[in-house]
């Protein structure tokens, strides 16, 4: 299982990079003390970005079977190839019907412009 603290003690860089897991707490007493604000001066107390500008340190047991870096190599090839099918399928999906625009525009009798619709509103 993935654990968020290390056993051994942060560097001091480590310590100015991550408050630790009290951070978040002292923030929501902050917000508390001033009222509440706007979502907008909530965004630019994260950094702009919705993000709260601190990295979280997640550290995993050794061995454990969750850890990505520890999975087989056969089993990264699966996740991978799952992955990429997944990729094809949506692609597929979306302009596997693309040759037969026209015809299924004179079949139903619409224009061009609207038989593409099919594929513009699938992505």
Known sequence: ????????????HERQQFDGPNALNENVDKDEERGAASDHEKQEDRGGDGSSGKEI???????????????TTLYKCW?????????LAA?????????ANAT??????????????????YM
Do not use: C
């Open 91 to 99: 692609s597929l999906g979306s302009s596997i019907i693309s040759p």
């Open 57 to 71: 340190l997640v550290a995993w047991d050794e061995n454990d079977k969750m850890n990505p870096q520890n999975w």
């Open 1 to 12: 299982m993935a654990r968020h603290d290390t056993s051994p003690a942060p560097s001091e």
């Open 79 to 87: 996740i991978t190839f799952q992955l990429g099918m997944l990729a």
């Open 104 to 121: 299924i525009g004179r079949y139903v009798g619409v224009s061009n412009e609207v038989t593409v619709l099919n594929v513009s509103l």
